[in-house]
């Protein structure tokens, strides 16, 4: 069984910087992308970043790029997302998700698994 935990949510001040982590069991990392979206209040959910592990391959928001870095340590599964200079609109809730494939066009629909989110929130 595919399964996805995430941590390091929080609350900073804007231009501060968090690092998300998704640890991932029962699926070897070649095996499928390791992504995040992430869901504002009333918002729909949206695709930030995604890397193919065996590819080295990554992906990013156009908004998020140059701010955010998505890297993963094979050994232990689990993929980072290192969010800089933070801004208020980057608060949500970020879902770490696992997917057939990685690509800006990944829709919700596409995600063969999720984890349960943490809470960023970014105060200006």
């Known amino acids: 069984e595919v399964q996805l935990v995430e941590s390091g949510g929080g609350l900073v001040q804007a231009g501060q910087s968090l690092t998300l982590s998704c640890a991932a069991s029962g699926f070897s990392y070649d095996e499928y992308a390791i992504g995040w979206f992430r869901q504002a209040a009333g918002k729909e959910r949206e695709w930030v970043s995604c890397i193919m592990r065996s590819e080295g391959r990554t992906s990013y928001l156009d908004s998020v790029r140059g701010r955010f870095t998505i890297f993963s340590d094979d050994e232990a599964n689990t993929v980072y997302l290192q969010m800089t200079n933070l801004k208020p609109d980057d608060t949500a809730i970020y879902y770490c998700?696992?997917?057939?494939?990685?690509?800006?066009?990944?829709?919700?629909?596409?995600?063969?698994?999720w984890g349960q989110g943490t809470q960023v929130t970014v105060s200006s």
């Open positions: 998700a696992a997917s057939w494939y990685c690509s800006a066009k990944l829709r919700p629909r596409d995600v063969s698994a």
